[in-house]
């Protein structure tokens, strides 16, 4: 591999990644009137920085999905529950963000907002500052709607989600003891509020 020359120093390897996941996975979308589409031959991913979707046939080509029409798509990474994907104009600017939560009475959303930040590396010889690498670097934020509401931008406390869902979610968080609160917890969650 090259490795390009920036300014007085060598560039390192990229951090961080514009996609999502880190290999690509199947996945399928629904479309506004509700109809499923699916390829076989392609594979998935979200794109971090713009929030589309992005799919390959090969491992090298990547083609932004048209997504005129689609309501919603969901990936598949090897876990229980799939990435799901929606339109939410109400919270988010871009095409699609992630959905842990969705029932009638609750929406918990979260936004990734990525940003490439390139190398900045500096020296004048005594002193050194910045990178000498480029970085794709994440800003997360969850928000909650609940029916009837705006938008709530909340934090992942056990506490905080105790008062959000109210009573719903007790019994869920009570048998979860200390399992860290992360987005698996919070698809998991949705499972059960949603029974």
Known sequence: STTAVKTGFTQEATKGSPYLFTIWARGFAITSGDSLLYDINNLYNYDKLTGNLVFTKDGKNILQANTQGIKSFNLFNGKLHPDVFVNAGEVSKKPFIEVLVATP??????????????AN?????????????????????????????????????????????????????????????????????NYTLAQ
């Open 121 to 189: 590396f500096h020296t004048d010889g005594v002193i050194t500052s910045g990178n000498r690498y480029d970085e794709y670097e994440e800003n997360v934020h969850y928000f909650l709607v609940k029916q009837g509401d705006k938008p709530k931008k909340i934090s992942l406390k056990k506490k905080a989600i105790k008062e959000l869902f109210g009573g719903d979610a007790d019994k869920f968080i009570g048998a979860q003891g200390d399992r860290e609160i992360d987005d698996d917890y919070l698809r998991d969650l």
């Open 105 to 118: 009475k609750y929406k918990l959303y979260k936004q990734t907002d990525t940003k490439l930040q390139e």
